[in-house]
Antibody
Framework: EVQLVESGGGLVQPGRSMKLSCAAS????????MAWVRQAPTKGLEWVAT????????YYRDSVKGRFTISRDNAKSTLYLQMNSLRSEDTATYYC??????????WGQGASVTVSS | DIVMTQGALPNPVPSGESVSITCRSS???????????LNWYLQRPGQSPQLLIY???TRASGVSDRFSGSGSGTDFTLKISGVEAEDVGVYYC?????????FGGGTKLELK
C-alpha cells in the first residue's frame, strides 16, 4: 500500500523557517517524481513545487521561488520542503504527492503550517 | 500560466441523479504525444484529495465506473452517473501539461 506521511508542520513566526518532511513507503520512491501541493484554510488546491525522480530537476511556483526548496533523499525514501522567509500567506495544509506522467496519483494526509506572530 | 475554470452544480443534488462538472482551460491540454493532460480529483470533507480521472478520460485504480471523463483540448466534463452519499465533496480539475501546475477553483457537490 502506498503511504505518504508528512511531518514538521506547526506554528511559526513571519520571517522564520520551517522544514517539512514526507516519508514514503509501499513503492519504489526513486522511480517517481514528487510534489508539494498546499491548501489555505477554506480555499482550493495550489501547486507549490515538483522534483524529478532523481532530484536533478525542480520546479516552483513564482510566489515561493527563492524562499522554498524542494529536495529528496532516495536512500531514505523521504521528500522535503525547506521553507524560509515565511509569510502569513504561506499558511496552509501542505500535501505531499507522488507525481508520475503528469498525474498526482497519491496524496499524504497533510501537514498544517500556520505563519503568525 | 494556464487558467482552469470550473462550473458550479445546482446543489443540493438528489441521490441517484446524474451530474456533470465542467472545466475549461485557457490553453489546449492536448500534447504532441496524443494525450490530453487533464486530471480530476475529489476531496471529501476532512480528507486529502484523491485521484479520480487522469489524461482526461482514464479512470484511476479502484474508482467506480460511475465516474467518467471526456472533453476536447480545452473543454472537459466529469460525469457522475447516479450520485451517492460517498460522492459528496469538492471536485478539482488540474492541468499537467506544463509548469506551474494549476487547479480549477473546485466544484462542490452536496446531496439532498
Amino acid at each position: 500500500e502506498v503511504q505518504l506521511v508528512e511531518s514538521g508542520g506547526g506554528l511559526v513566526q513571519p520571517g522564520r523557517s520551517m522544514k517539512l518532511s514526507c516519508a514514503a513507503s509501499g513503492f519504489t520512491f526513486s522511480n517517481y517524481g514528487m510534489a508539494w501541493v498546499r491548501q489555505a484554510p477554506t480555499k482550493g488546491l495550489e501547486w507549490v513545487a515538483t522534483i524529478s525522480y532523481d532530484g536533478s530537476s525542480t520546479y516552483y511556483r513564482d510566489s515561493v521561488k527563492g524562499r522554498f526548496t524542494i529536495s529528496r533523499d532516495n536512500a531514505k525514501s523521504t521528500l522535503y520542503l525547506q521553507m524560509n522567509s515565511l509569510r502569513s500567506e504561506d499558511t496552509a495544509t501542505y500535501y505531499c504527492t507522488r507525481e508520475r506522467l503528469r498525474v498526482m496519483d497519491a496524496w499524504g494526509q497533510g501537514a498544517s503550517v500556520t505563519v503568525s506572530s | 500560466d494556464i487558467v482552469m475554470t470550473q462550473g458550479a452544480l445546482p446543489n443540493p443534488v438528489p441521490s441517484g441523479e446524474s451530474v456533470s462538472i465542467t472545466c475549461r482551460s485557457s490553453k489546449s491540454l492536448l500534447y504532441s504525444d496524443g494525450k490530453t493532460y487533464l486530471n480530476w480529483y475529489l476531496q471529501r470533507p476532512g480528507q486529502s484529495p484523491q485521484l479520480l480521472i487522469y489524461w482526461m478520460s482514464t479512470r484511476a485504480s479502484g474508482v467506480s465506473d460511475r465516474f467518467s471523463g471526456s472533453g476536447s483540448g480545452t473543454d472537459f466534463t466529469l460525469k457522475i452517473s447516479g450520485v451517492e452519499a460517498e460522492d459528496v465533496g469538492v471536485y478539482y480539475c488540474q492541468q499537467g501539461l506544463e509548469f506551474p501546475r494549476t487547479f480549477g477553483g473546485g466544484t462542490k457537490l452536496e446531496l439532498k
